[in-house]
């Protein structure tokens, strides 16, 4: 039952990730801290977290500092929840109906991602008016691609997560169990990831293919990365950017930036987070500036200095360990666990929680099976630790959440007075988020006294975002507008000199790599 409730959560958090549907991050931080609280014990679980404890210090001493308060925030809540699913996960073997409830329920994404292409793109062109600017120009350009994305920011991260389910599923087959099914969630996965046309999450794929392949020769199951190779070759085809190496090229850009940004930092680096708006500053020109470096173990480095770069070796050594000692008893799960990992030398998807959730539920399982030997007592250790860690992402999403709500309220209000009272609400709920659009419209709205109070919470967040341009020029506008002529012009000047450009309210800026 357990790894029921576990398959299901990983499901609600890919088909409505927290990034874009933030109930959801409460639903699944609080149902894994519930399952750490009341579920039965078992051999094994997480390693003793002590070692965790220099990690933490490091990662406080960065945020200090750091370009990005907010986002390293999150993303600690992000490595709470992961902490807390990893745990749960650990507490008992995966059953065949919890696999198999969680590769289908992924691989029906593929029906949304088909359902895109036919129809949902032109809907969605149709209500393109209705986005703000900033968005506007993102979606507009998602769309114009043509590639299916489904529930995901990015058609490359429904692809990893489709790849994610491939090995799992083409491990039923080779032993002949649920076969119909098997092969079922394999033609889902097919044709997502045709639609997304992601070389990337179809090259996994086929290698996930091929190493489940090896040993067996003789099979018919050789037909099925033989016909992935053929669906690989065509979606080269079907892309001219790759024949131009554009996403290369991007990718060498963002590297080169992370690169520049730990050399503008080595020791402490600018803070867990705050990569995207440190990159803001690079003093030659880019084609793009996201948030993530598009390689964990460069923007580790460039966050946290040369001990980022130990921890992410680490990590990765972890993983290597942990799916070498898989590899006798589930082949499947073994390769399935580094899909997403190796996915992330090249892009971000650990960063989206509705990706990251799917990957600590394998790695949990995992765990689960390699600790079967263990003695019981290991376990309980270290429980506490996942418990914190899980109440306290809790604590965040639900903030976010509620703060998310009570913004949305305050945009829809079309009195000043009482739209400034929801948006000074909504703040205060999550200061940590990026400027929000009932703040902006507020403060271009606001009277002599109401830019008062805003010129404080402006102030407010700008300590979680002490370098951003839009936060500082939002400030000089506040300052001018209730007469403060001397701070309206030193927060003009800091805009100035942070960057001309901030990724969260610039229209113009291009939207991210493919």
């Known amino acids: 039952m357990q790894a029921l409730a576990l398959a299901l959560l990983a499901i609600v958090a890919a088909w409505t990730p927290p990034a874009t549907w933030a109930f959801a991050g409460v639903v699944v931080a609080m149902a894994a801290t519930g399952l750490l609280l009341f579920g039965t014990t078992a051999r094994g679980g997480v390693a003793d977290g002590r070692w965790l404890l220099p990690v933490i210090l490091w990662v406080l001493l960065g945020m200090s500092t750091g370009w990005d308060r907010g986002q390293a925030l999150m993303e600690l809540a992000l490595a709470g929840l992961l902490l807390a699913i990893i745990s749960a996960a650990s507490r008992r073997r995966p059953t065949d109906?919890?696999?198999?409830?969680?590769?289908?329920?992924?691989?029906?994404?593929?029906?949304?991602?088909?359902?895109?292409?036919?129809?949902?793109?032109?809907?969605?062109?149709?209500?393109?008016?209705?986005?703000?600017?900033?968005?506007?120009?993102?979606?507009?350009?998602?769309?114009?691609?043509?590639?299916?994305?489904?529930s995901q920011a990015q058609p490359g991260h429904l692809a990893v997560l489709l790849a994610t389910v491939v090995p799992l599923a083409g491990q039923n087959l080779l032993e002949r169990?649920?076969?119909?099914?098997?092969?079922i969630v394999l033609a889902l996965a097919a044709t997502g990831l045709l639609l997304t046309r992601s070389p990337l999450g179809m090259g996994l794929a086929l290698l996930a293919l091929l190493g489940l392949a090896r040993g067996h020769w003789g099979t018919r199951f050789w037909i099925v990365p033989a016909a992935a190779l053929a669906a690989f070759a065509t979606v080269l085809l079907l892309r001219p950017d790759l024949l131009s190496l554009?996403?290369?090229?991007?990718?060498?850009?963002?590297?080169?930036?992370?690169?520049?940004?730990?050399?503008?930092?080595?020791?402490?680096?600018?803070?867990?987070?705050?990569?995207?708006?440190?990159?803001?500053?690079?003093?030659?020109?880019?084609?793009?500036?996201?948030q993530h470096a598009h390689c964990l173990p460069l923007e580790w480095l460039a966050e946290?200095?040369?001990p980022g770069l130990i921890l992410a070796l680490l990590f990765y050594g972890w993983i290597l360990k942990l799916a070498r000692r898989l590899w006798l008893r589930n082949r499947g799960l073994a390769i399935a666990l580094l899909v997403v990992p190796l996915h992330n030398l090249v892009d971000f998807s650990l960063f989206e929680p509705g990706i990251a959730v799917v990957w600590a539920l394998l790695a949990g399982w995992g765990l689960a099976l390699v600790h079967e030997d263990l003695p019981e007592s290991r376990e309980?250790?270290?429980?506490?630790?996942?418990?914190?860690?899980?109440?306290?992402?809790?604590?965040?999403?639900?903030?976010?959440?509620?703060?998310?709500?009570?913004?949305?309220?305050?945009?829809?209000?079309?009195?000043?007075?009482?739209?400034?009272?929801?948006?000074?609400?909504?703040?205060?709920?999550?200061?940590?988020?990026?400027i929000l659009p009932s703040l902006a419209r507020a403060a271009d709205s606001a009277g002599r006294a109401?830019?008062?109070?805003?010129?404080?919470?402006?102030?407010?967040?700008?300590?979680?975002?002490?370098?951003?341009?839009?936060l500082a020029s939002l400030s000089s506008g506040l300052a001018s507008h209730i007469g403060d002529l001397p701070a309206a012009a030193r927060d003009a000047w800091a805009a100035e000199i942070f960057t001309p450009l901030d990724r969260r309210t610039s229209p113009s800026n291009p939207p991210e790599s493919p």
Do not use: C, K, Y
């Open 380 to 434: 309980t250790r270290s429980r506490w630790l996942p418990v914190v860690a899980g109440a306290l992402a809790a604590a965040v999403f639900g903030l976010t959440f509620a703060s998310v709500v009570a913004d949305r309220h305050a945009v829809e209000l079309q009195e000043p007075r009482p739209a400034l009272e929801h948006a000074l609400r909504a703040f205060h709920l999550a200061p940590w988020r990026p």
């Open 246 to 290: 554009q996403p290369v090229v991007w990718r060498l850009e963002n590297w080169h930036n992370a690169l520049w940004v730990w050399a503008s930092s080595p020791i402490t680096g600018v803070g867990l987070g705050g990569f995207g708006q440190a990159g803001l500053a690079v003093p030659f020109a880019v084609a793009n500036h996201p």
């Open 304 to 306: 946290m200095g040369i």
């Open 97 to 150: 109906r919890g696999v198999l409830v969680l590769v289908l329920g992924i691989s029906l994404l593929g029906i949304w991602a088909l359902w895109q292409v036919l129809i949902g793109f032109e809907m969605a062109r149709q209500a393109l008016p209705s986005l703000p600017g900033g968005l506007r120009a993102a979606a507009r350009f998602r769309l114009d691609t043509g590639r299916a994305f489904a």
């Open 177 to 183: 169990r649920h076969r119909f099914v098997s092969a």
């Open 450 to 470: 109401g830019a008062g109070a805003l010129a404080g919470v402006v102030a407010e967040a700008r300590w979680w975002r002490p370098h951003s341009a839009a």
